[in-house]
């Protein structure tokens, strides 16, 4: 038994020809696509919707969108199963997410992680392989695709529900995979509570669980018998070119169930299986985050100091100043990204004002009440 597990999938315009035409071989290369063709079972993250007619919804960054006939690729691939659990699926609305779902159904390719409704989004799914019963939960972090009791959309991670479904699912089968669409981009480290997240849903049941929203390779933890990867980096996404997108790993699981990372880089417009060097190099970095994380507090102090560097552009728009924010990001690029974001809005919190936005943010009744009326839904 072998089970190829990638992360990002999108078509984009430098590509697209490509992907309607179903030319992998440009795409992928003939070493990945081999090892797609003796994998048994693959599985891909798809992180567009596949429509025809634009129904952008009203949201704070890109819309994307892929015409239903660059699927070809995907099914070219021989993908059998997509996640569509990601914060991008209800880019295009409710119309969108059913122009993938019916694309999809078209072409045999099985989904999990979002639908018409909640209930929907959040069923597992099954499929058996050397005569063992596998279970696949997606769910996403609270953005704009998440699903509701009257929305279509994402399986939003929810303690209070999620955790229920987790171990229900793993008693339904003998060995459980978990998709987690959260954590924080262009980080390779999981965050305190990432980490406590995804502790939790191995003790609930899951065997494996699969960070994919970094944009990045992070790390390995092994807990409780279980096996975390946090972080994979895109399969193939070509939408820029720097250092966190320019390599990947794809996850592979054996008979018994032992895992291995076969590293991938971007090639081009595309994306190939990565030189000797090329994975020597991606797999020992990954496992040297693996053992750093090992250590104790090494999570929260990293994570600290991260925040300490990150946080401007969220004070930025809290302020409601986006032409600062222009300004600063055009001045941070010209600097080559020594500018410290936080100093930009070091003189706009101070003392007591400082201390209530913190309160704002931490405190969940606070909080709630800030979202509610924040809320443009109709529910």
Known sequence: MSILIGADIVPTKNNLEQFEKGDIDSLVGEHISSLFKEADYRILNLEVPLADRATPIDKGGHNMIAPTASAAAIKALGVDLLTLCNNHILDQGAEGLTSTIDRLDDLGIAHVGAGES??????????????????????????????????????????????????????????????????????????PNLQRTCRKIVEKGADLVICQHSHCVGCEERYRGATIVYGQ???????????????????????????????????????????????????????????????????????????????????????????????????????????RENYAFARSYKGRHWKSVRNYIECEAHRELILSAMSEDDE
């Open 118 to 191: 909640l209930e929907a989004a959040r069923v597992p799914f099954y499929f058996t392989q050397g005569g063992r019963k596998i279970g696949v939960y997606a769910c996403a972090e609270h953005e704009y695709s998440i699903a509701s009791p009257t929305r279509a959309g994402a399986n939003p991670f929810d303690p209070l529900e999620s955790l229920d479904h987790i171990n229900d699912a793993k008693g339904q089968c003998d060995y459980l995979i978990v998709l987690y669409h959260g954590g924080k981009e262009h980080y390779r480290y999981p965050s």
């Open 233 to 339: 980096g895109n399969f193939l996404f070509d939408l820029c070119s720097n250092e966190y997108w320019d390599s990947s790993i794809l996850v592979r699981l054996s008979d018994d169930f032992s895992i291995d990372y076969i590293p991938i880089v971007r090639h081009e417009n595309a994306v190939r299986l990565a030189s000797e060097a090329d994975a020597q190099r991606i797999l020992g970095d990954f496992e040297r985050r693996s053992e750093e994380i090992t250590q104790e507090d090494f999570v929260a102090k990293r994570y600290r100091e991260f925040a300490k560097r990150a946080t401007g552009y969220y004070f930025l728009e809290f302020t409601g100043r986006p032409l600062s924010m222009f300004v600063f990001r055009v001045l941070n690029r010209l600097s080559g990204q020594r500018l």
